[in-house]
């Protein structure tokens, strides 16, 4: 379900939240809402999945906040009780459409104590074949929230540019990993993302050895990125091998 709202006017009415990541996209995002939306009663959540971001993120996030000073309005939340790369033993690797648990597990059961039901993310149509279907303004049934994306329509060139003239740094992680290090493993990591990853050795131990440890994975969707993930280390075990011939 989807309106067809003028998202400055929507937001304008009510209480929200900003989701930000640290990336680039949802830095946008945050930005746009400080230009855009007359009043302040909104928040900012950022949530660490726990054993999966970078610290490097962690302490960007922070920064960026401190420089927009929004300082009283940010909330930094993760799981105390579970580590990201226990559940990736437990449950194995988290697949769209299957089982995504890590959504679920470290974003929405954290944000949701923290959250307004009105909430804004950074993603972009075109950032994948799925949100290309997205809309500005929709109702999300995983989290029973509504979700505004205000720069929905934007290029990855507009991102940078707007960020770019309002003087705030782009994340440090992007020249070290290619991603924004907020998730240091994400079965959609590019092959470039992946190895930039795994010549991390701290990284590298923490993701590989999670990954051998995977039982019988469920699907050739999540079989496949397990092979990739262990080819790039070059320890692909002999079972993966022979699967790949």
């Given at each position: ?183 240091m493993f994400c079965p959609y990591h590019s092959k470039r993302k992946i190895a930039l990853t795994l010549q ?46």
């Amino acid at each position: 379900m989807h309106l067809d709202v003028d998202p400055v006017k929507f937001l304008s009415e009510r209480r929200f939240t900003v989701l930000f990541s640290g990336g680039k996209d949802s830095l946008a995002a945050l930005l746009w809402i400080c230009d855009n939306i007359p009043h302040r009663d909104w928040n900012v959540v950022y949530v660490e999945v726990t054993g999966n971001t970078h610290p490097a993120c962690n302490e960007y996030v922070h920064k960026v906040i401190s420089m927009l000073g929004l300082e009283e309005r940010f909330v930094h939340a993760k799981r105390e009780d579970l580590d990201f790369f226990e559940g990736v033993k437990k449950w194995g690797i988290p697949l769209i459409g299957q089982m995504r648990w890590c959504l679920y597990q470290f974003k929405i059961k954290v944000w949701d104590k923290h959250s307004h039901l009105t909430q804004v993310t950074g993603i972009k149509r075109s950032d994948s074949n799925r949100r290309s279907k997205a809309h500005l303004i929709e109702y999300m049934r995983l989290g029973k929230s509504v979700v505004v994306n205000p720069i929905l329509t934007w290029k990855t060139g507009d991102v940078l540019d707007y960020i770019r003239e309002h003087g705030i740094p782009i994340n440090p992680c992007y020249e070290m990993y290619r991603h924004s290090g907020n998730c240091m493993f994400c079965p959609y990591h590019s092959k470039r993302k992946i190895a930039l990853t795994l010549q991390d050795p701290y990284w590298r131990e923490k993701i590989i050895g999670a990954l051998r440890c995977v039982k019988a994975p469920r699907s050739e969707s999540m079989r496949r990125i397990l092979r990739l993930w262990l080819k790039h280390d070059g320890q692909m075990p002999l079972t993966a091998f022979m699967q790949e011939k």
